[in-house]
């Protein structure tokens, strides 16, 4: 193996170059976040004719000057790691705009090849580049490909060995920028040449450029020189007076300009147009699906389906999946005896975990669904036709995609969607969009939904995910509307949006991209949900009842169990409490449609008689035998007998989990929850849901399951709520709805605290619990009102 040659891929946001990344890399990519900031950091790994090439995904920029972190982070890690070679990936059909960024590289000096991406779609716009002729007129090699068909990878690696085995150097390819800048250029150069304190990882004429770009990152490391610093500062502000008085413009706008001059000339003996009147194929879609009346209701229709399509598809594994786990239970149970390592397992692994596991498959093809519609270039539409929207309730067209990646399309996090809003540059429409991103419909709140919504909305489960999608850009936007007429009025500022071609989506590509996000959802579901499964559940657990406690319910339940035995005719069909033991455990399998243990020695036959009578009074099918009217009376007895010790079995659970830290709290609770029908139990749900939003399902779970679990009524956390008398169609929905308001995770609380101050991350958490407690108490009393819930 030769030495390992390490790559950068750069872009443009939609110049495909995740889909580069993911037909190089395939499954050999990792994910981690750049040194010291939440940026996320893609690399993988190919070996190409006996070459090992490491590829890092650098984030999607315009530029490389410090205006968002992406900016920063993409242009420190070219110039702090230096790479042997970057590849920038530009969109073929929109080569003036996307050969911006590969100046800069150009600027900077950096070995650099083009990948001429979607050559495809620029033909049919009825654009031809000639990639030699590219390549010679701006310096650097130039790979066409269509990278979501896999064409011309093979041939892009095959340069990236041939430029490496070159041994390229980091050389300036400066451009003229005109008479004034050029000479201030040369003079800001001398002096960071001059200097003996900056350092020499930067070039000097490419800082001297960023410095009169106003670069503030650059700027900033002027003052570590406090000889030249100041001087070269007086000579950037004697510039910006100078254009401003004799052209009118600042320096920056006048570097862009002759930038895309300098482009503008390769284009012109490199790219060939052909002059039609017809539409290319994206305009002619855009006309229909963006139309000011069809485009919204076709949006609502596709949105409707990608539900109905999640729902069905899910529903056959989420089942297979409960029933693996009430299977895993059934076997820890049975080789595990009673006690506080079986309740761990059993209620705080398997119970709260477990539980969220169990959603895998709907959160699988939710996210696929949503990767159909980035690949597709169709979730860019949805956000230009929100924007329309946006405008009226107060925020930002820039809005729209932090709320999308909040989760406005079901299945995204709050976190990255905090971050985005830092394109947007009015504090007051940042703030109000930080503000209303926790209404956002989460990919954490999703099997929370799944879970109630299976349990009362069998029926209905795609009508009631549209509809929580819709509440809750009602709840963000009316909201939002509020906040930017009180607390935050404001001016609106422009808005203007790329819209990328429409593309047909690679199944690598989907494969790639929802296993990305379903894999960041096991790995939270192994780690920080297990975690605070198992602290829930020892918080459900201790200190629990007292021994004498204990003693008083075994003590009803061995009265019972006496009474049970000394009645005519059983002692005579069962014998004692060892008879007893053995019709519980056949009795239990006939239920469970196993195979029975056998009777053991020393018992009557009768024992079997009983069990199949009494499984018969449950209804099971066990082939409607005609059962001996001596049997049928003591299966009624036997039935009755265990629906008490059911009952008291209920009662001490109860007991043991309000004597627990967090059946204290739960109770405490209970004053101000009572009005919305939320007991103990739910309390302390909801306050582990400010964790992670999935930690709503795995205490609910942990806390139905806590104790001695009857076999008999075991089953999945959705079963349980069905059976119980309190929980109601109503309930539920109130429960989802104040999922849905209350409370951001404790991830989205620090990012935006990372975004904002203490004081704005405060009001966020009483804002939210405010709307939460107002809106569910609203649907709960209206619809007790209505009879819905009595």
């Given at each position: 193996?030769?030495?390992?040659?390490?790559?950068?891929?750069?872009?443009?946001?939609?110049?495909?170059?995740?889909?580069?990344?993911?037909?190089?890399?395939?499954?050999?990519?990792?994910?981690?976040?750049?040194?010291?900031?939440?940026?996320?950091?893609?690399?993988?790994?190919?070996?190409?004719?006996?070459?090992?090439?490491?590829?890092?995904?650098?984030?999607?920029?315009y530029?490389?000057?410090?205006?968002?972190?992406?900016?920063?982070?993409?242009?420190?890690?070219?110039?702090?790691?230096?790479?042997?070679?970057?590849?920038?990936?530009?969109?073929?059909?929109?080569?003036?705009?996307?050969?911006?960024?590969?100046?800069?590289?150009?600027?900077?000096?950096?070995?650099?090849?083009?990948?001429?991406?979607?050559?495809?779609?620029?033909?049919?716009?009825?654009?031809?580049?000639?990639?030699?002729?590219?390549?010679?007129?701006?310096?650097?090699?130039?790979?066409?490909?269509?990278?979501?068909?896999?064409?011309?990878i093979?041939?892009?690696?095959?340069?990236?060995?041939q430029?490496?085995?070159?041994?390229?150097?980091?050389?300036?390819?400066p451009?003229?920028?005109?008479?004034?800048?050029?000479?201030?250029?040369?003079?800001?150069?001398?002096?960071?040449?001059?200097?003996?304190?900056f350092?020499?990882?930067?070039?000097?004429?490419?800082?001297?450029?960023?410095?009169?770009?106003?670069?503030?990152?650059?700027?900033?490391?002027?003052?570590?020189?406090?000889?030249?610093?100041?001087?070269?500062?007086?000579?950037?502000?004697?510039?910006?007076?100078?254009?401003?008085?004799?052209?009118?413009?600042?320096?920056?706008?006048i570097?862009?300009?002759?930038?895309?001059?300098?482009i503008?000339?390769?284009?012109?003996?490199?790219?060939?147009?052909?002059?039609?009147?017809?539409?290319?194929?994206?305009?002619?879609?855009?006309?229909v699906?963006?139309?000011?009346?069809?485009?919204?209701?076709?949006?609502?229709t596709?949105l409707?389906?990608?539900?109905?399509?999640?729902?069905?598809?899910?529903?056959?594994?989420?089942?297979?999946?409960?029933?693996?786990?009430?299977?895993?239970?059934?076997v820890?149970m049975s080789?595990?005896?009673?006690?506080?390592?079986?309740?761990?397992?059993?209620?705080?692994?398997i119970?709260?975990?477990?539980?969220?596991?169990?959603?895998?498959?709907?959160?699988?093809?939710?996210?696929f669904?949503?990767?159909?519609?980035?690949?597709?270039?169709?979730?860019?539409?949805?956000?230009?036709?929100?924007?329309?929207?946006?405008?009226?309730?107060?925020?930002?067209?820039?809005?729209?995609?932090?709320?999308?990646?909040?989760?406005?399309?079901?299945?995204?996090?709050?976190?990255?969607?905090?971050?985005?809003?830092?394109?947007?540059?009015?504090?007051?429409?940042?703030?109000?969009?930080?503000?209303?991103?926790?209404?956002?419909n989460?990919?954490?709140?999703?099997?929370?939904?799944?879970?109630?919504?299976?349990?009362?909305?069998?029926?209905?489960?795609?009508?009631?995910?549209?509809?929580?999608?819709?509440?809750?850009?009602?709840?963000?936007?009316?909201?939002?509307?509020?906040?930017?007429?009180?607390?935050?009025?404001?001016?609106?500022?422009?808005?203007?949006?790329?819209?990328?071609?429409?593309?047909?989506?690679?199944?690598?590509?989907?494969?790639?991209?929802?296993?990305?996000?379903?894999?960041?959802?096991?790995?939270?579901?192994?780690?920080v949900?297990?975690?605070f499964?198992?602290?829930?559940?020892?918080?459900m657990?201790f200190?629990g009842?007292?021994?004498?406690?204990?003693?008083?319910?075994?003590?009803?339940?061995?009265?019972?169990?006496?009474?049970?035995?000394?009645?005519?005719?059983?002692?005579?069909?069962?014998?004692?409490?060892?008879?007893?033991?053995?019709?519980?455990?056949?009795?239990?399998?006939?239920?469970?449609?196993?195979?029975?243990?056998?009777?053991?020695?020393?018992?009557?036959s009768?024992?079997?008689?009983?069990?199949?009578?009494?499984?018969?009074?449950k209804?099971?099918?066990?082939g409607?035998?005609?059962?001996?009217?001596?049997?049928?009376?003591?299966?009624?007895?036997?039935?009755?007998?265990?629906s008490?010790?059911?009952?008291?079995?209920?009662?001490?659970?109860?007991?043991?989990?309000?004597?627990?830290?967090?059946g204290?709290?739960?109770?405490?609770?209970?004053?101000?929850?009572?009005?919305?029908?939320?007991?103990?139990?739910?309390?302390?749900?909801?306050?582990?849901?400010?964790?992670?939003?999935?930690?709503?399902v795995?205490?609910?779970?942990?806390?139905?399951?806590?104790?001695?679990?009857?076999?008999?009524?075991?089953?999945?956390?959705?079963?349980?709520?069905?059976?119980d008398?309190?929980?109601?169609?109503?309930?539920?929905?109130?429960?989802?709805?104040?999922?849905?308001?209350?409370?951001?995770?404790?991830?989205?609380?620090?990012?935006?605290?990372?975004?904002?101050?203490?004081?704005?991350?405060?009001?966020?958490?009483?804002?939210?619990?405010?709307v939460?407690?107002?809106?569910?108490?609203f649907?709960?009393?209206?619809?007790?009102?209505?009879?819905?819930?009595?």
């Amino acid at each position: 193996m030769k030495k390992k040659i390490t790559i950068a891929l750069s872009g443009n946001p939609n110049a495909g170059k995740t889909t580069v990344f993911n037909a190089i890399t395939g499954a050999r990519q990792h994910i981690a976040n750049y040194p010291g900031v939440t940026v996320e950091k893609k690399y993988g790994t190919v070996v190409h004719k006996g070459h090992e090439i490491e590829v890092v995904d650098l984030p999607g920029t315009y530029s490389l000057t410090a205006y968002s972190l992406e900016e920063i982070v993409a242009r420190d890690f070219i110039i702090n790691e230096r790479p042997d070679l970057v590849v920038d990936i530009v969109d073929a059909s929109s080569l003036d705009r996307h050969l911006y960024l590969a100046v800069q590289l150009k600027e900077l000096g950096v070995p650099l090849i083009i990948a001429l991406n979607m050559v495809d779609m620029a033909e049919t716009r009825g654009i031809t580049v000639d990639h030699q002729k590219l390549s010679s007129q701006f310096g650097a090699p130039v790979v066409p490909m269509v990278a979501r068909l896999n064409k011309g990878i093979e041939d892009l690696l095959d340069t990236v060995i041939q430029v490496v085995r070159d041994k390229p150097q980091w050389k300036l390819a400066p451009i003229s920028y005109g008479m004034d800048i050029d000479r201030a250029l040369d003079e800001i150069s001398a002096l960071i040449e001059e200097s003996r304190v900056f350092d020499r990882k930067y070039p000097s004429r490419w800082r001297a450029l960023k410095c009169l770009e106003g670069d503030s990152q650059i700027i900033g490391l002027l003052h570590r020189d406090p000889a030249f610093g100041p001087r070269i500062e007086e000579i950037c502000r004697e510039i910006h007076r100078h254009t401003m008085n004799t052209l009118e413009e600042e320096p920056e706008a006048i570097i862009a300009d002759h930038r895309y001059g300098y482009i503008t000339g390769i284009t012109k003996k490199a790219v060939k147009r052909r002059i039609e009147t017809r539409l290319n194929f994206s305009d002619k879609l855009d006309k229909v699906l963006t139309n000011r009346f069809l485009g919204p209701l076709l949006m609502v229709t596709i949105l409707y389906g990608m539900y109905s399509f999640t729902f069905w598809a899910s529903e056959a594994p989420i089942i297979w999946l409960e029933a693996f786990f009430d299977s895993l239970k059934g076997v820890v149970m049975s080789v595990t005896p009673s006690g506080m390592l079986q309740s761990l397992i059993v209620s705080g692994i398997i119970g709260g975990a477990g539980g969220v596991l169990g959603f895998v498959p709907l959160i699988m093809f939710m996210f696929f669904a949503i990767a159909v519609m980035e690949d597709s270039g169709y979730m860019a539409r949805v956000a230009y036709m929100l924007d329309r929207l946006l405008r009226w309730f107060g925020l930002h067209g820039n809005s729209v995609m932090a709320l999308v990646v909040s989760g406005g399309i079901s299945g995204g996090c709050a976190v990255p969607g905090v971050m985005a809003t830092r394109v947007l540059r009015d504090p007051k429409e940042r703030i109000a969009t930080l503000l209303v991103i926790p209404f956002m419909n989460c990919g954490a709140k999703l099997p929370v939904y799944a879970m109630l919504i299976g349990a009362f909305f069998v029926r209905d489960k795609a009508r009631i995910m549209f509809l929580l999608t819709i509440l809750s850009w009602a709840f963000a936007l009316f909201a939002a509307k509020v906040i930017r007429s009180t607390v935050l009025k404001g001016p609106k500022t422009p808005f203007v949006m790329e819209l990328p071609p429409y593309r047909a989506p690679t199944m690598a590509g989907l494969m790639i991209h929802t296993w990305e996000r379903t894999w960041q959802y096991i790995k939270k579901a192994g780690t920080v949900i297990l975690a605070f499964s198992v602290l829930l559940w020892a918080m459900m657990t201790f200190p629990g009842l007292t021994r004498d406690q204990s003693a008083s319910f075994e003590k009803q339940r061995q009265g019972l169990k006496t009474a049970f035995l000394n009645s005519p005719g059983i002692k005579d069909l069962i014998g004692g409490e060892k008879g007893l033991n053995a019709l519980d455990e056949i009795y239990s399998a006939y239920l469970k449609d196993d195979k029975p243990p056998p009777v053991p020695t020393g018992l009557s036959s009768h024992v079997v008689k009983v069990a199949r009578a009494a499984c018969n009074l449950k209804g099971a099918n066990l082939g409607r035998e005609q059962i001996d009217p001596q049997y049928e009376d003591a299966a009624t007895r036997y039935v009755e007998f265990r629906s008490r010790i059911g009952y008291i079995d209920a009662l001490e659970q109860q007991a043991a989990l309000k004597r627990t830290v967090a059946g204290w709290l739960g109770l405490r609770l209970e004053a101000i929850t009572r009005p919305l029908g939320f007991d103990y139990r739910t309390n302390i749900a909801l306050v582990g849901g400010f964790a992670a939003k999935e930690v709503v399902v795995s205490t609910l779970g942990t806390a139905y399951s806590l104790g001695q679990v009857d076999t008999e009524k075991a089953g999945s956390l959705s079963e349980q709520l069905k059976k119980d008398p309190a929980w109601n169609p109503l309930q539920a929905f109130t429960l989802i709805i104040f999922t849905m308001l209350y409370v951001p995770c404790i991830a989205t609380v620090v990012a935006m605290r990372r975004e904002s101050s203490l004081k704005w991350v405060g009001f966020s958490i009483t804002f939210n619990l405010m709307v939460a407690y107002l809106v569910s108490l609203f649907i709960r009393q209206v619809g007790m009102a209505l009879g819905i819930g009595v």
